[in-house]
């Protein structure tokens, strides 16, 4: 059976070729590595140094042994280094789940802030819908995701944090300029063309969920899974678009925010990780900007 801490010692043997100076340096005693040198050499029924009165050298067996085993060390010291340098933030990488409109009009100021943090610490982004997302933390092939909430997928198994909060509003353009400044209610507005989001997505469960308790259903006239491209259409007079608030900046755009009767609850974004999964140092520092 490998002992590591035998091999330890006959190494700083082998590079100060002193029994006291290999003593020195792993704060043990000189007899202490003298009887250890013994247990390998007799574990390995070899003689690995050559002892005379003034001098310590190594025997045939000895050196090729110390061929094997200083690369090991080298390898071993390494790995020690890449791990203060990770802890110490100057190395290592940070995975990130995400949808495409929270990292396009969300996450960017953020992720360019920790940029210049931490210029060393390689950003790695997976763009899919919040749904999609919890799927790659169950799997932990990200440290964490933004997600909307409410989410269905999140479990038990993972931690919460919410970090920011917003309205999803409806947006038009100048096609449909008769509601503008105008109260509509839920009910007359589904009779317009809608634009939106996929039915599989956490924007569009949840506003079937919300319409649902004022017995109002809808039917989507397109259905897209990017907000950028609701936008757009709406810009362009093919409907009325449902998008979060965040995602856009209404004077710029030429569209305006349709007033709703029924006051739609507000959402959430969110940090998601895995409770029993330790986050890398980078990790906690990214969650820290919020």
Known sequence: MLNYEL?????FVAKYLSFSKAASKLYISQSAVSQNIKSLEKELNTELFIRST?????????SLLLEHVEPAFNLIKSGEKSI????????????IGANDTISK????PHLNKFHK???????????RTSSTCIELLKQNTVDLIISN??????????????????????????????L????INLKKLSSYPLLMLEEKTTTRKFLEKYLNKYGIEI???IELGSVDLLIEMAKIGLGIAYVPDYSLDLKKEGLFKLDIKEKIAKRKLAVIRNKNIPLTNAAEKFIELF
Do not use: C, W
């Open 7 to 11: 091999y330890k010692v006959f190494y």
């Open 54 to 62: 003034k001098n310590v050298s190594l025997s045939k067996s000895g």
């Open 84 to 95: 203060r340098e990770i802890n110490a933030l100057q190395r290592g990488e940070l995975h």
């Open 105 to 108: 009009d969300f996450l960017l």
């Open 117 to 127: 943090l931490y210029p060393n610490i390689h950003l790695l982004i997976t763009n």
């Open 149 to 178: 909430l409410p989410n269905d997928k999140v479990t038990s198994s993972m931690k919460v944090k919410e970090i920011y909060s917003f309205n999803d509003i409806f947006i038009s353009g100048k096609e449909y300029n008769e």
């Open 180 to 183: 503008n400044k105008k109260t």
């Open 219 to 221: 039917e989507a006239k």
